[in-house]
């Protein structure tokens, strides 16, 4: 009697080992009736955007009981999509997301994205660089909350250390394009030991973000309805010899497995979005913020963006719509100025951006900001983009090094991508 | 509860069951391998839950186009297997697993090896060293990995050892050559401890007497080596070199932070491809594909291996 009473007692745990195991993978699914809770996926780590947009729901649930928590969950920015996508395939899926501009063509062509044009507030006043990419069929599916135009940041104590002229200076005079920069980075860099010019985020691998130089050059990476591969064209080639020489030959910009962070004064000159300023907050050094410089085709202005959209297939899919009507009313869009150029033309003025941007001087947001959305290009993006990016970033590698073929690896590029464009 | 069931089908059985026949049947050796079977059962479901379970939903989901994005899940058959063979990538992605497979057991069991007869010595220290060589294996993998990301760059620690030394150092990270060969010495002063910590264990049950009389028969510091020590630790060898190729064939987080693949695709390892294939390009239909030719190329070298162990195996315990 014994043995079985142990045996029994053994079986039973078993059971209940197997049970536990079985019903852990379920999650906590949301009961029928009650609050709803909305999780909006996020790429921001910063304190104070979380802390607003905290702010804002709080105030929507108190007109809104039938709402739950509602969570913003940073991810990092290097693997959002990647992690977005695969809590999508998990079953996991947030209710709303911050989707890059990157991935914009395959969210809003899969079918992915609920539509918004009936829920946003006021929606006609949005202006259409900032919609054009988010938009299908005259159909809105995401609310593109953040329009941020590239500029110059400028340590202008290691400008003037080398007796160069500060780009505003520059700019004054009419010399403001990018040979002058590359000149002034140059000596600057000679002169402190330091860095010339970073675009950030770049490090020789996120090559979209050479968009910001190679815009002045009118080059493209590909045509307009993505079919071609534009990346040997003269344009292009033209403004990757000039990168290269930049890198390269007159030093002008920091070479591949070197990291120089601008923000804590290790560089002269950083291409950037104007939410970096918020980095600058105790700097030590002198700066200023620019315009991007003049390329051989003239001034032009190059913009990264970020839409928020409610995934279609979320239980919740309408009160998250909801939501974010009210997230991204006029009155809130306002106070999300702060951090993100909103696309509504009424509060495009320097003055309204000023009031919630103090780091920033009313000419800086002129010139940057309002004038940058106006004439911007968006950064490139295209269906299939992640392995699209890929295969250029392997195929332009070649290029990041001395006495590299620019031509020749240009061609490479095409050859590798127009079977993808094609398709 | 299982128990209580089994008794009354092995009673019912019988027919007429006289009340010590049902006790008969549960003979102790029975009873102890019910015991056995009822002790691994945990294991055994959850290997069956996180294994076999998996293991058939890669195999299913390798004949499925899978759209995330748009939701569709659509049977496509062999066509997976078709890309596979057609997809112009894989020769070189075999390629640079094979370079990195290569280069790091080669490197990671010759020198755990040599580690392991260096220290077993009796000298003062050697616990020192023991526990130095052996501390990377305790340190986490991507913190460690981040570390030489900084010590590799082109003005990091260690191009300015070399430059100390008068030399100057290769962009490590960016050249196609010395990005593998980065990737593989990384991985190994990580690992190398643990293959030590086994070959040291090994070592220490090679009994004297064998050193005494093969001295006595004046054989020298290499032959006993030779002929005495490897043929005895030969068990070991072959699970360290089983351990590790099959582990070199999972590399991920070190190309991940070091290389993400590049330069070009010169350190794009079959694992590293597969989540590229499946997370960042959302073809999980074609990156399940090849998680099952990952699953057959280990499956093969270590059936390889253990076959071959007849051959180079001189003594199991």
Redesign the interface.
């Known amino acids: 009697m014994k043995?079985?009473g142990?045996?029994?007692a053994?079986?039973?745990a078993?059971?209940l080992?197997?049970t536990a195991?079985?019903g852990g993978g379920g999650g906590g699914a949301p009961a029928a009736s009650g609050p709803k809770p909305l999780r909006m996926t996020v790429w921001t780590t910063t304190e104070a955007h979380l802390k607003l947009f905290d702010e804002i729901a709080e105030e929507y649930r108190k007109t809104h009981p039938d709402v739950g928590k509602i969570t913003f969950d940073p991810i990092p920015f290097e693997s959002y999509t990647?992690t977005l996508?695969?809590q999508?395939?998990g079953g996991k899926a947030p209710d709303l997301a911050w989707i890059l501009e990157s991935s914009a063509p395959?969210?809003v062509s899969?079918?992915?994205l609920a539509p918004l044009k009936s829920k946003i507030e006021n929606v006609s006043e949005l202006i259409p660089t900032a919609t054009r990419l988010w938009e299908k069929d005259g159909e809105l599916y995401a609310y593109p909350f953040s329009t941020s135009p590239f500029g110059v940041f400028v340590n202008n104590d290691l400008v003037k250390a080398a007796g160069q002229k500060t780009p505003r200076e520059l700019i004054k005079a009419g010399q403001w394009n990018w040979e002058r920069a590359a000149a002034v980075n140059a000596a600057a860099a000679a002169k402190s030991g330091k860095s010339g010019l970073v675009i950030v985020n770049f490090d020789?691998?996120a090559w979209d973000n050479l968009a910001t130089v190679w815009g002045g050059w009118g080059a493209k990476a590909w045509s307009d309805d993505g079919a071609t591969c534009a990346f040997n064209g003269p344009e292009m080639t033209e403004a990757m010899t000039f990168l290269h020489k930049s890198i390269f030959t007159d030093k002008a910009m920091p070479?591949?497995?070197?990291?120089a962070d601008f923000f804590a004064g290790d560089a002269t000159m950083a291409v950037a979005q104007i939410s970096r300023a918020a980095l600058l907050k105790d700097a030590t050094f002198d700066w200023d913020l620019v315009a991007l410089p003049a390329g051989p085709k003239g001034p032009y202005a190059v913009i990264g963006q970020a839409g928020i959209g409610v995934l279609k297939?979320s239980p919740n899919a309408g009160p998250a719509a909801d939501f974010l009507a009210y997230f991204t009313s006029t009155a809130n869009s306002a106070k999300l100025a702060a951090y993100f150029p909103p696309p509504r033309r009424s509060q495009l003025t320097a003055d309204t951006l000023a009031k919630t941007n103090p780091l920033l001087k009313p000419d800086q947001l002129q010139q940057v900001v309002i004038d940058g959305i106006a004439k911007g290009v968006v950064k490139p993006s295209h269906t299939?983009q992640?392995?699209l990016a890929?295969t250029v970033?392997?195929?332009l590698?070649?290029l990041?090094?001395p006495g590299a073929d620019v031509k020749a690896v240009l061609d490479g590029v095409c050859a590798k991508i127009q079977p993808m464009l094609g398709a | 509860?299982?128990?209580?069931q089994l008794?009354r089908r092995a009673a019912g059985r019988a027919d007429h069951p006289p009340p010590g026949r049902a006790r008969r049947f549960?003979t102790i050796a029975r009873?102890d391998a019910?015991?056995g079977y009822?002790?691994v059962?945990?294991q055994l479901?959850?290997s069956a839950?996180f294994v076999l379970l998996p293991l058939g939903l890669v195999g299913w989901y390798s004949l499925q186009e899978?759209?995330?994005?748009?939701?569709t899940f659509e049977f496509v058959g062999g066509d997976n297997y078709a890309k596979l063979l057609a997809d112009a990538n894989l020769r070189s992605v075999l390629t640079a697993s094979a370079l990195f497979s290569a280069g790091l057991v080669v490197l990671n069991l010759s020198l755990a090896l040599t580690l392991a007869v260096l220290l077993n010595q009796r000298l003062r220290g050697t616990t020192l060293f023991r526990t130095l060589f052996f501390s990377p294996v305790l340190v986490s993998l991507v913190a460690w990995t981040i570390v030489w990301q900084f010590l590799l760059?082109?003005?990091g620690g260690v191009n300015g050892l070399l430059a100390v030394a008068g030399v100057e150092g290769p962009?490590?990270?960016?050249g196609e050559a010395t990005a593998m060969l980065s990737v593989v010495v990384v991985q190994v002063i990580k690992n190398v401890g643990l293959n030590m910590v086994l070959f040291l264990a090994a070592l220490q049950g090679v009994p004297r007497q064998l050193y005494e009389a093969a001295q006595l028969d004046g054989a020298g510091a290499w032959r006993r080596f030779r002929s005495v020590t490897v043929p005895l630790i030969s068990p070991t060898i072959l699970l360290t070199s089983i351990i590790t190729v099959v582990g070199s064939l999972q590399v991920f987080a070190q190309i991940a932070v070091l290389t993400?693949?590049?330069?070009?695709?010169s350190t794009?390892v079959l694992v590293y491809y597969l989540y590229?294939q499946a997370?960042?390009?959302?073809h999980?239909g074609y990156g399940a594909t090849l998680s099952v030719l990952l699953f057959v190329i280990v499956a093969a070298l270590t059936l390889l291996q253990w076959r071959l162990r007849r051959r180079w195996v001189f003594h199991e315990s």
């Open positions: 043995a079985p142990k045996l029994a053994l079986s039973l078993a059971l080992v197997a195991c079985g990647t996508t695969t999508i395939a395959d969210f899969s079918g992915a020789y691998k070479g591949p497995g070197t990291t297939k299939g992640a392995e890929q970033r392997a195929a590698d070649p990041w090094k | 509860m299982a128990v209580t008794t549960w009873r019910l015991v009822l002790f059962a945990p479901a959850g839950l899978w759209n995330v994005l748009a939701g760059q082109k003005d962009n490590w990270l960016r993400q693949g590049g330069p070009g695709t794009t590229q997370f960042q390009f959302r999980f």
